[in-house]
């Protein structure tokens, strides 16, 4: 069975700040046309820093689309051309004031491949050195220092709701089993 779909026409309904939207049209597998809405992302990364093997950092912040308070691991949106490191590097100290030494990928994952080409790219940050943060002129976070193994215990109760930490969290956890 055939299954992929090929591009008729494309349109981007808004230019955003950060996403654009589109409305393509595309050639279904029957020949037959269809509708595509989607926001074309240009990607993010996330982190989970380490400040000793067993303590990490949350951010916490204000989510207007959900209007509630999340517990999530520091992330942002790459920027044009920038490396997916300089990237972890940037939001980390933004969000958190920390530097760290030592940077390792763990996974890239789609995290709504039904209505966004978003790919988000997680690492792992070590051998940190705090410093002072410095978020976006429009982002308010806090810190919040917890031991991992409380996270995890936040994402089964339910108090972590964020899908890129769930998923960090646990990946991770799958990883050091």
Excluded at 108 to 130: D, Q
Excluded at 151 to 162: F, P, R, S, Y
Aim: aromatic share 10%.
């Amino acid at each position: 069975m055939k299954l992929i779909e090929k591009t008729y026409k494309k349109e981007k309904v808004y230019y955003g700040k950060a996403v654009n939207f589109c409305n393509d049209v595309v050639l279904l597998p029957n020949n037959q046309k269809a509708t595509r809405e989607y926001i074309d992302h240009p990607g993010a990364v996330a982190v989970i820093p380490f400040l000793n093997k067993k303590d990490i950092i949350l951010v916490k912040q204000f989510r207007y689309p959900i209007n509630k308070i999340t517990y999530e691991i520091p992330a942002g949106k790459l920027d044009k051309k920038e490396s997916l490191i300089k990237c972890v590097k940037r939001e980390l100290k933004e969000e958190t004031g920390y530097s760290a030494k030592k940077i390792k990928k763990l996974l890239s994952f789609w995290p709504t491949p039904a209505f966004s080409n978003e790919v988000l790219h997680i690492y792992i940050a070590a051998e940190l050195s705090s410093g002072k943060n410095c978020p976006d002129d429009d982002e308010f976070v806090e810190n919040v220092i917890i031991s991992y193994k409380e996270a995890l215990q936040m994402v089964k109760n339910g108090k972590i709701k964020d899908s890129k930490t769930i998923i960090a969290l646990t990946y991770l956890g799958l990883d050091n089993k």
